[in-house]
């Protein structure tokens, strides 16, 4: 999902933007000479997200930094762990500082918290995805930390899956005039989704054999009833109302995937720090 390519436009941008026309603190403190080392350490438990970023932010400053890791994405890390060491020309590692941070904060916070919410589905075959819900120009970062944090990845954006919802439903007169113009004219490999949030709605989406049927803001026992009445002829997504104390009962359901905004735009920031 990120390549090497894709992260160092990315990260160049994000430097033009922090450092501007020079970093004037620290130009002034330091000489192209100096030297410092430091680690990088989190206080707090999570899961480690992001470390082929955080190094790129120092290496496009400069080839002489050196960076030591001693976790790589998607293990477990504990308040006090030792993450990496770093070292070299001081002016730059102070230069990239926030801007290295920004990201691996940021990226292991997502993947901590979709961590959480796959674990309290337990033992129970649905799956946590994410939604488009996403920082603009950051999607990519956000659903590789899904993905790192245990989750699974819903459409990237809108050309990779047909999605039907209720405002397309009321444009196009009925649910099945939506889903016959789609099947005219989407590609074979394209799938269609539809939002449903009545019983009525599913047994239409069955009937036009929609791939995907969204159960959204269903109680559980609707949910239940639903299941059964799809019955493996699509795969079955709920949506709405989905935290970390609802996902078990969700799952328990039987539905297939389970779509939350909440692992990504609620996902606070990992607290991970340079220390000198």
Known sequence: MLNKFFIEEHVKQALQEDIGFGDITT??????????SCTLNTR???????RDVFETVFK??????????????????????????ISGPARYILMGERTALNYVQRMSGIATETNKYQKAIGEYKAKIVDTRKTTPCFRAFEKYSVKIGGGALHRFN???CAMIKDNHIKFSGSLTRAVERLKQNISHAHKIEVE????EQVKEALACGVDIIMLDN??????????????????????????????????????????SSAIVAKAPTLDLGLDM
Do not use: H, P, W
């Open 44 to 50: 707090v438990d999570g899961i480690f997200c992001g």
């Open 218 to 259: 269903m109680t559980l026992m609707k949910m239940k009833e639903c299941v059964n009445l799809i019955d493996g002829k699509a795969v079955v997504e709920a949506s709405g109302n989905v935290n970390l104390d609802t996902v078990r009962d969700i799952a328990s359901t039987g539905v297939d995937i389970i779509s």
């Open 27 to 36: 130009d002034y403190l330091t000489s192209e000479d100096d030297t410092m």
């Open 158 to 160: 809108l050309s990779d």
């Open 196 to 199: 449903c949030d009545t019983t």
């Open 60 to 85: 496009i400053l400069s080839d002489k930094i050196q960076i030591k890791f001693y976790f790589k994405d998607g293990d477990e890390i504990k308040k006090g762990d030792k993450i990496a060491d």
